[in-house]
């Protein structure tokens, strides 16, 4: 089955996949925002001035600022405002970015044997015993569980080999991991004891099996 997608969080109003650019972006209107006071300022520093125009224009600039106070107050608030905006978009991407890191360094684990099929259940406990026949009768047992998923799907022919052939693989995406498996069962079944079996071949074979019961969503 393939992994869910997680749901994609818009976290500010400039959204943008890598939250650097959100900070890149803000660090540029701060850096023009400098550049236009330091332009400003820079009228009021040129050398060529005559002191008393200098003055008059200080003057000038000082009886401006106290009639429009107020609106520096408000602009100084607006920007602060932004400021504080962009560190709150900042962190709470980060926070994302580490919550989704920590979800791949440390994925969830596995259900418990309460959520688990049953038969699944018994297979996989087969598989990690250290007697031989164990193994066997977990693919055997799979075999099974994989005989009822073909029965269902009332495809004609009497063995699993017949009904397999009469498969559409469009309905049936991991057929090729099914005859792998049944194979191996039948080499299992006729051949017994001389058939070798060793643990990390079982669990291969179970995995193509756990494939195709993903798929029907048996597990």
């Known amino acids: 089955m393939p992994p869910k997608k997680e749901p994609e969080v818009k976290v500010s109003f400039f959204a943008h996949p890598d939250p650097f650019v959100e900070i890149i972006f803000i660090i540029f209107s701060i850096l023009v925002a400098i550049y236009l006071i330091n332009g400003i300022i820079s009228l ?12 008059n224009i200080m003057w000038r600039v000082i009886d401006f600022f106290i009639l429009y106070f107020w609106i520096f107050q408000i602009l100084s608030m607006v920007i602060s405002a932004t400021c504080i905006l962009g560190i709150v ?15 791949l360094l440390y994925p969830q684990a596995l259900p418990t044997t309460m959520d688990v099929n049953p038969e699944w259940q018994r297979i996989l406990d087969h598989i990690e015993s250290t ?7 977990a693919i055997m047992e799979a075999d099974i569980m994989l005989s009822g998923i073909l029965d269902k799907m009332n495809l004609p022919g009497e063995t699993i080999g017949d009904k397999l052939k009469a498969v559409d693989r469009s309905d049936f995406r991991t057929i090729q991991n099914a005859w792998e498996a049944h194979k ?36």
């Open 44 to 55: 009021f520093t040129v050398e060529s001035l005559s002191s008393v125009w200098l003055t």
């Open 89 to 103: 978009v900042f962190l709470r991407k980060l926070w994302f970015m580490r919550a989704n890191a920590h979800k």
């Open 131 to 137: 007697n031989e026949n164990d193994w066997r009768q």
């Open 184 to 219: 191996i069962r039948n080499q299992v079944a006729h051949e017994g004891a001389g058939f070798i079996l060793i643990q990390r071949e079982v669990r291969r074979v179970i995995g193509l099996y756990r494939s195709i019961f993903e798929e029907f969503k048996l597990i």
